[in-house]
């Protein structure tokens, strides 16, 4: 396939954002090119674990709840039928999700915040003692309390889901270019016109940023941090029930960890020695941080000493002040548009591809936009933590 000289809309990022943003907008008529600096799933897409977790985070704050459980939840409603609508099957399991509380003082937190959620609208979730959490998964260790649980909370397999929306939008016409970078996006009188990359220049009429954590590379005027994660997988393990869970132990938080269809142990989101901002992008794993990630799966489950980890890797994720994603078109600058800042993509990758190509067809989207807009972080820069993790991130932002 030749290199293209112009289009109408480019979209910078190959992962699953990108590619579900291409697929709605290609479906809906317009001409699509996604480009992606190495392979598709090839950033946080391939490298995570899996979890639909339509709440994250322990927010006792009304707005933050709905500002999430609003696309979330249509979100979930989506994720039924999406491998027939794609033709591809991405293993998606509505197997529940469980936060689990590893101390009394979260337990007693869980307590008032599972009646707030309740009241606030969210009537799915369920507060579970020690003993019914126990009797949803028999291999957690007595360092649980607790937890809440949300039975339609889920797992699935994002490689494929990003292989699939990506081969859904090539059926409409779109064309995706791997190993193409964009180094610049080219602004003039104070429209993006084009983008350079290392393999030309294309000129566009539509630039959309989904670079998720390399986003603000592009487009500096919005703060959104990369953020390092890394992820285990054992050997096979037959008896554990497939679930989703987080919790937090010694401070750290384990957000993600699902038993895959073959019977692996995936858990991720554990403890990095990345600090630096720069360090946030590697994605190699030293052995110091095996054996940190092995000492917190011991903690947390009992009798899975002797079980092998298979795989190990990093990946790198993006967090905004607010926790969630910034949408929208970028403020002073006619013909770009950001799609980035995706902490927890499962949960709102499709649905916001669908948001976004309403948005950008039809000129409004079914379901607003407004909590995601990038003006409410546009040159404003926030003073982060010098050194940080997930941990220092949440507590910096109170999102315990
Ligand atoms: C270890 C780990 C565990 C996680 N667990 C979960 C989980 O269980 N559940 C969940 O919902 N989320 C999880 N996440 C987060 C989730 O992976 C992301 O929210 C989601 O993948 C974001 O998708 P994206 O398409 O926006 O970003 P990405 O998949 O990172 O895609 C961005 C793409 O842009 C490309 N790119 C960057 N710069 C350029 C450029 N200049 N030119 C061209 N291309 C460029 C990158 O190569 C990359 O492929 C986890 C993340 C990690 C790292």
Same mark, same amino acid.
Request: glycine share 14%; charged share 15%; net charge positive.
């Given at each position: 396939m030749n290199f293209p000289k112009s289009t109408d809309v480019i979209i910078i990022g190959g992962g699953l954002v990108g590619c579900s943003v291409g697929y709605q907008l290609a479906k809906r008529g317009r001409d699509v090119i996604i480009l992606e600096m190495?392979?598709?799933?090839?950033? =946080?897409s391939g490298r995570n674990g899996g979890m639909v977790t339509q709440l994250d985070g322990r927010d006792k704050n009304k707005e933050a709840i709905l500002n999430r459980l609003n696309y979330t939840r249509e979100n979930n409603k989506m994720l039924a039928g999406l491998a027939e609508e794609l033709s591809y099957d991405f293993e998606y399991n509505r197997c529940g999700g469980i936060d689990i509380a590893c101390s009394e003082e979260e337990w007693e937190y869980f307590k008032k915040l599972v009646p707030f959620q309740k009241e606030v609208g969210d009537e799915e979730v369920i507060l579970v003692d020690k003993q019914q959490l126990k009797d949803l998964c028999s291999l957690l260790s007595d360092i649980v309390w607790g937890a809440r649980y949300r039975p339609t909370d889920g797992t699935l397999n994002p490689f494929k889901l990003n292989i699939g929306f990506a081969l859904a939008a090539k059926k409409y016409k779109a064309k995706v270019f791997t190993e193409?970078?964009?180094e610049k996006i080219v602004i003039k009188h104070g429209t993006a016109i084009g983008v350079e990359t290392n393999n030309g220049y294309i000129q566009a009429n539509l630039i959309i940023n989904a670079a998720n954590a390399w986003a603000p590379l592009l487009i500096p005027e919005i703060d959104i941090l990369p953020l390092r994660q890394v992820a285990v997988v054992t050997e096979r393990i037959p008896e554990l029930p497939v679930y989703s869970f987080e919790a937090i132990i010694d401070r750290q938080v384990i957000f993600g960890s699902t038993q895959q269809k073959s019977g692996n142990l995936l858990v991720g989101g554990l403890g990095t020695q990345a600090r630096k901002r720069e360090d946030h992008y590697k994605e190699d794993l030293s052995p110091y941080e095996i054996e940190g990630s092995t000492a917190i799966f011991n903690i947390l489950f009992k009798g899975l000493g002797d079980v092998n980890i298979i795989r190990s890797w990093a990946g790198t994720m993006a967090f905004t002040a607010d926790g969630l994603p910034c949408i929208g078109p970028i403020p002073q600058i006619q013909g770009l548009y950001i799609v980035a800042g995706f902490s927890?993509?499962? =949960?709102?990758a499709p649905i916001i591809g669908k948001l976004v190509a309403e948005d950008l067809t039809q000129g409004k989207p079914s379901i607003t936009l407004k909590p995601f807009n990038p003006e409410r972080f546009y040159n404003k820069k926030i003073s982060w933590p010098d050194s940080y993790n997930y941990t220092v991130l949440a507590e910096f932002l109170e999102r315990k």
């Open positions: 190495r392979n598709l799933a090839s950033g =946080a193409t970078k964009i927890n993509g499962m =949960a709102f």
